[in-house]
């Protein structure tokens, strides 16, 4: 079935950036999507990224997608204390979304 | 502003208590989700619905139950709570089938 698959932990310094990765099995997810949860709340929708596209900046944030691959990943410039969180990738063509395991990133001062 | 509300943060129920916990979406969304998630597990799905009145099971939905009678909330329902759904438990909505998912603030349920 498919799957979606990411490291368990991050860690780095402040200022430093941080690049959480992700592998997917479903070739068809149309749109690709990376989510942030904070400790004791929900996912909140960190950004996505069309699945016709190689790259999506927004501020800090640039997403690369390497479709061959299969190959998704999230970089974070100047990474701050506020990001530490647990970072989801998620894909989904026609059925539901498939989420990762998720990536606890921890950010050291 | 999109909403998704769960109506408790934090839960505390005793062994084999009939659960219910509700979920409320103010987006008009033709589908929506409950998944529980574990430390290692990451989220789970339990119970799905595309429609008013149906209910398709997710990836585990043995103990738990489902109730979609309005568009706008779904219901989660623990028949008879144990120790191993001690969890966080996330609701969440999307307009399409495999677009952008909403979620609420999630559910933090103790059995005892």
């Known amino acids: 079935g498919e799957d979606v698959e990411q490291s368990l932990f991050l860690s780095v310094r402040e200022g430093d950036s941080s690049v959480i990765n992700c592998t997917y099995t479903?070739?068809?997810?149309?749109?690709l999507y990376w989510y942030k949860q904070e400790p004791g709340a929900g996912l909140q929708l960190l950004t996505y990224?069309?699945?016709?596209?190689d790259m999506k900046q927004d501020q800090r944030l640039t997403v690369l997608l390497n479709k061959k691959d299969k190959h998704l990943s999230l970089r974070i410039a100047d990474t701050q204390t506020g990001d530490s969180a647990i970072y989801f990738c998620?894909?989904?063509?026609?059925?539901?979304?498939?989420f990762g395991k998720g990536t606890k990133l921890s950010v050291k001062p | 502003d999109v909403k998704v509300t769960q109506s408790s943060r934090y839960l505390v129920k005793r062994t084999g208590e009939k659960v219910f916990l509700e979920c409320v979406q103010d987006m008009d969304h033709e589908n929506m989700f409950w998944y529980r998630q574990d430390p290692g597990l990451g989220l789970r799905l339990i119970y799905f619905?595309?429609?008013?009145?149906?209910?398709e099971k997710g990836d585990i939905p043995e103990g738990y139950s489902v109730s979609r009678e309005k568009k706008e909330r779904f219901s989660l329902i623990l028949e008879s709570a144990s120790t191993n759904q001690t969890s966080m438990y996330l609701c969440?909505?999307?307009?399409?089938?495999?677009?952008?998912?909403?979620f609420g603030q999630g559910t933090r349920l103790t059995v005892v």
């Open positions: 998620a894909g989904g063509s026609q059925g539901n979304l498939i």
């Open positions: 990224i069309f699945s016709n596209m």
């Open positions: 619905s595309y429609d008013v009145k149906m209910k």
């Open positions: 479903d070739s068809s997810s149309t749109y």
């Open positions: 969440a909505s999307s307009p399409l089938p495999g677009t952008e998912a909403f």
